[in-house]
Nanobody
Framework: QLVESGGGLVQPGGSLTLSCVTS????????MGWFRQDPDKGREFVAG????????YYPDSVKGRFTVSRDNAKDTLYLQMNTLKPEDTAIYFC?????????????????WGQGTRVTVSS
């Protein structure tokens, strides 16, 4: 099970931290990702992390602004988002993959949360 939280309304230039509490994935979770989707676009990869090593990967669109992290003890994934822009407005999803390498493809992720909405607007 994956449960996201932390979304909301924020002004341009502001920050938000999303959380994704996970359960039932011990041993099968190798990488996790954050994706976002708005009504006009497909689901877009925004961050990934190898759960064991902590290695991360970001696309250029968010690099330097978004930071993904995990708390092993709490089984929780985070996405710290800074310097938010109106184009960051979307529903954000966390997802679990059994792959060792971080993938940007939605098909690589077997389990998904229900999403949390982020709106960046003045």
């Amino acid at each position: 099970q994956l449960v996201e939280s932390g979304g909301g309304l924020v002004q341009p230039g502001g920050s938000l931290t999303l959380s994704c509490v996970t359960s039932g994935f011990t041993g099968s979770r190798r990488t996790m990702g954050w994706f976002r989707q708005d009504p006009d676009k497909g689901r877009e990869f925004v961050a990934g992390i190898n759960w064991r090593s902590g290695n991360t990967y970001y696309p250029d669109s968010v690099k330097g602004r978004f930071t993904v992290s995990r708390d092993n003890a709490k089984d929780t994934l985070y996405l710290q988002m800074n310097t938010l822009k109106p184009e960051d407005t979307a529903i954000y999803f966390c997802a679990v993959s059994s792959m060792h390498l971080i993938s940007t493809a939605t098909a690589s992720y077997e389990y998904w949360g229900q999403g949390t909405r982020v709106t960046v607007s003045s």
